[in-house]
């Protein structure tokens, strides 16, 4: 069975992304703060880890290596979102949205990389967003980690693609998960945020985390194969919105 | 997936299109060709020239119904702004451009809600071989009236995309490079000039259409996905 490994696995597009794979035949590592569990009853190991602890991070794809030996996808969607315009911003929040959006991207994929060398599948996808070429307001740290995750992508591209491995991300418009739940809790009128998140849209709505999971799951197949260093817009006409 | 119905692919008798037929059949539908020359696999063809609006008018009309549409046909010149004839720089826009948008708008009426639309671009809308200056402006002319036409077509549930290829081992490549007198040197070096040292196969551009013409690509509307094997990334 091929293996996948799936970052922010607990959260709304993570689940998704898991379950789109289990679909796909594969096996499961999932990756999120607590111990993620296999979504239907899949097959899989689930890892507690922080994505912003190089420690953490490397004891968990050792164990991935002790059970698996080999790892077809990287998949990396964990992400963290902190609203605070610049003048107000901590240091200490700044750090920690860079450490995690993008730093546990570099450590996924330096810890990653041997096993997917070993693997057949040989496809990375990180998670960016159209917040990477929009200046979201009030979310100027988000805004900076998601531009970064595309920067990186196309490094790792780069670097990766004389061991045959493709690396590509995802760049979703607002999805129907954890992100736009905690938006809506943050806002005072969160109708008019609804209205606004569909509103952004060509298609007049916001994604499923399924669509957004079933674009990452075309990437990192075969189908995929001349398909690297990209942005794959799952952002229903966002960036062509104005 | 979409499950059943007829896709209208243009430019179907190239190395491309027949790849894409392949696949449309394979995924269960039914391909109808519209090329310069006539296509012997797909399950309708009609022979024709995109530069001729009424002929396009009638083969749509006979066609039928669309769950899709997939335009593919292309042509290419050589020449500079300084020599290139203004009757070479009408017809690389007349087929390129116009033949896309005719091809558009005679599908339109016939195409159901939630059907997909694929227009072919290039790595060259991104990029300036010297010495190609239609086709390039040609090829960035198509992402634009994908986006115009996404907008368009996004209130019936018709979703417009676009893929842009680096280099393909086609037809296309080998007239391109005959033409030059370096271009076996050229076909040499091409492998190295995308990050996974090749160029593609017609397949591997066929697959990128199919996963946009699918529901699996249900929220992806009004962008270019380039399918160029770290081209455009490579220095
Ligand atoms: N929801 C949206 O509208 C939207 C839009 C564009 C992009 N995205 C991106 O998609 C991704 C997932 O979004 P979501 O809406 O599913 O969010 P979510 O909050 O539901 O999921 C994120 C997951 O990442 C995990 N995570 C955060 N920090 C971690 C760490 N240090 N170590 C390990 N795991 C950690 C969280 O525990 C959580 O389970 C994010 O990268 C986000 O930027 C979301
Ligand atoms: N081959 C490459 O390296 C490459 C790279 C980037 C983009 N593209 C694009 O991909 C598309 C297909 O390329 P290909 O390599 O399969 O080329 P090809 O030459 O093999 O096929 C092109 C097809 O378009 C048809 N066509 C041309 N002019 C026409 C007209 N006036 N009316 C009707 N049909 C017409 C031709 O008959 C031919 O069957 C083109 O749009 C091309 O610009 C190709």
Redesign the interface.
Known sequence: MPVAVITGAAGGIGTATSRVMAEAGFDLALIDRSEARPPGGAAGLGLACDLADPGSVETAFSAIADRFGAVDALINVAGINHRSPVAEMAVADWDRMMDINVGGMFLTAKFGLPLLERGAGKAVVNMASVSGHVATVDYPAYVTTKAAVESFTVALAQEAATRGIRVNAVAPGWVNAGFTDKALAETDDPDALHAAARDAHLLGRMAEPEEVARAVRWLASDKASFVTGQTLFVDGGFMRKH | MTRNGTIAITGAAGGIGIATVRCVQAAGLRAAALDLNPVAEADLSHALDLADEEAIARAFEAIGPLAGLVCIAGTNARGRVEDLPWETWRHVMAVNVRGTMLAMKHASPRLADGASIVLTSSVSAHIGTDGYVAYHTSKGAVLGLM?AA??EF?ER?V?VNAVS??WVDTPFTDRALAELPDGEAIRAAAGAAH???RM??PG??A??I??LLSD????????E??????F???R
């Open positions: 986006r996404s907008g996004a549930g979703r290829p680096g990050l996974l040292g593609a196969q591997e551009i697959e990128a199919m996963f699996e690509a249900s929220f992806v509307t009004g962008t996905l380039i399918v160029d094997g770290g455009l990334r490579k």
